[in-house]
């Protein structure tokens, strides 16, 4: 299972576009990158999901460059409400052939007014 | 992507009792996932649960002490025995979901006195 990287924590200002980056070096080449938002007190949310190139929905886009050795989350204009652990995990896509997830620490998001 | 309900939310135990957690789906899945989330900490996976065989357990985690059913394709239950103030965490079911990675429980908030 690739393990990854990415920053403890981040604070940003509401409207303020957020990147966050991971880091995932050994990477495989059946490996799919998806991102999980996790609130307190719930469990992780599916954010996005992508194998290379750009990914873009109405939450978020993901940037994963050619070699695939990382990846950016980025979210347009936070609010408040994005306030939350953003986890990046590398893996298979899902479905019943699936392995699990190894979670890191994940990235504690603070959006500030 | 798929519905969990888990339950209980929340509960408070006392030392040497288990409790039971059940995770119920809204459709048919072969493999669920049974997570524990230690207070301010990732989430670190206990056992994989498919139906018609015995949970395969993780590194650090037995049979004895999480004891997993799997009855259907659509419910599980985590039974956590012998409870110690150590066991107090979170506890979360997920299943695996081919359109959108994998879906997670809210989770039950267990605090051991």
């Known amino acids: 299972l690739a393990k990854t990287t990415q920053p403890i924590s981040m604070d940003s200002y509401e409207g303020q576009e957020v990147n966050i980056t991971c880091s995932h070096n050994?990477?495989?080449?059946?490996?799919?990158i998806t991102w999980y938002q996790q609130f307190p007190s719930q469990g992780p949310r599916f954010i996005i999901q992508?194998?290379?190139t750009k990914v873009t929905n109405e939450v978020a886009s993901l940037f994963i460059p050619a070699d695939r050795k990382s990846s950016t989350l980025s979210l347009p204009r936070v609010s408040l409400s994005d306030t939350a652990v953003y986890y990046c995990?590398?893996?298979?896509?899902?479905?019943?052939?699936?392995?699990?997830?190894?979670f890191g620490p994940g990235t504690r998001l603070s959006v500030l007014p | 992507s798929a519905v969990i309900s888990q339950k209980p939310s929340r509960d408070i135990c006392q030392r040497g009792t288990s409790l039971t957690i059940q995770c119920q789906v809204d459709?048919?899945?072969?493999?669920m996932f049974w997570y524990r989330q230690q207070p301010g900490q990732s989430l670190t996976l206990i056992a994989t649960?498919?139906?018609?065989?015995?949970?395969?357990?993780e590194s650090g985690f037995v049979i004895d002490k999480f004891p997993i059913s799997r009855p259907n394709l659509t419910f599980s239950t985590l039974t956590v025995s012998n409870l110690s103030p150590e066991d107090s965490s979170i506890y979360l079911c997920?299943?695996?979901?081919?359109?959108?990675?994998?879906?997670f429980g809210s989770g039950t908030r267990l605090t051991v006195v």
């Open positions: 459709s048919q899945v072969t493999m």
């Open positions: 649960a498919n139906q018609g065989s015995e949970a395969t357990y």
């Open positions: 050994n990477i495989a080449t059946n490996d799919y």
């Open positions: 992508g194998y290379k």
């Open positions: 997920s299943v695996s979901d081919r359109a959108d990675g994998y879906t």
């Open positions: 995990l590398v893996g298979d896509k899902g479905g019943d052939y699936g392995q699990n997830f190894v």
